[in-house]
T-cell receptor, first 111, second 112 residues
Framework: DQQVKQNSPSLSVQEGRISILNCDYT??????FLWYKKYPAEGPTFLIS?????DKNEDGRFTVFLNKSAKHLSLHIVPSQPGDSAVYFC??????????FGKGTRLHILP | DADVTQTPRNRITKTGKRIMLECSQT?????MYWYRQDPGLGLRLIYY???????NKGEISDGYSVSRQAQAKFSLSLESAIPNQTALYFC???????????FGPGTRLTVL
């Protein structure tokens, strides 16, 4: 039973445009959501997070939106840059701090 | 120096062998985790530990065991390795709920 779902295995976006990565979850007890970025041969690195009491968090080019009623969150990257090409993981944690990851979305930024 | 280190970085072993993957962190965090990454399956939690006396099973703990030797060290063991344990293994640490996890660079394990 997959509690965190990233239904798009890959996404291609033109450089300079907006990249939107989506994530759905099933467990209403999740209270923190995090996005990680991963390059090949490296460990994931933290990008941005959001608490369940908020609906938006912004950090530079990265914005995360949370829709609790739909159990959906999205990561917006604008403008997209070549260095943004990577695999992006959505993750969620509940009271037990067991962090559950989605399967990831590979983002390709096209020149 | 890296906050989270893993050794070895690459390992090839044979079916039935015992192998240990080691993780050390300098963040001073109590919470440590072991994940495996398989193509198309993302990161799956194997074990996690909230302090040296607290060890918990994750989603896929069968075939694995762990040891929390100190706050800074968390080792993952495969008692009798099998080919479907071939994967990338990541160690991570975090300060607490809602905080980012800091990941190690990963160990690529191949079981022949």
């Amino acid at each position: 039973d997959q509690q965190v779902k990233q239904n798009s295995p890959s996404l291609s976006v033109q450089e300079g445009r907006i990249s939107i990565l989506n994530c759905d979850y099933t467990n209403s007890m999740f209270d923190y959501f995090l996005w990680y970025k991963k390059y090949p041969a490296e460990g994931p690195t933290f990008l941005i997070s959001i608490s369940s009491i908020k609906d938006k968090n912004e950090d530079g080019r990265f914005t995360v939106f949370l829709n609790k009623s739909a159990k959906h969150l999205s990561l917006h990257i604008v403008p997209s840059q070549p260095g943004d090409s990577a695999v992006y993981f959505c993750a969620a944690s509940a009271w037990d701090d067991k962090i559950i990851f989605g399967k990831g979305t590979r983002l390709h930024i096209l020149p | 120096d890296a906050d989270v280190t893993q050794t070895p970085r690459n390992r090839i072993t044979k079916t039935g062998k015992r192998i240990m993957l080691e993780c050390s962190q300098t963040k001073g965090h109590d919470r440590m985790y072991w994940y495996r990454q398989d193509p198309g399956l993302g990161l799956r939690l194997i074990y996690y530990s909230f302090d040296v006396k607290d060890i918990n099973k994750g989603e896929i703990s069968d075939g694995y065991s762990v040891s929390r030797q100190a706050q800074a060290k968390f080792s993952l063991s495969l008692e009798s390795a099998i080919p479907n344990q071939t994967a990338l293994y990541f160690c991570a640490t975090t300060e607490g709920p809602g905080n980012e996890q800091f990941f190690g660079p990963g160990t690529r394990l191949t079981v022949l």
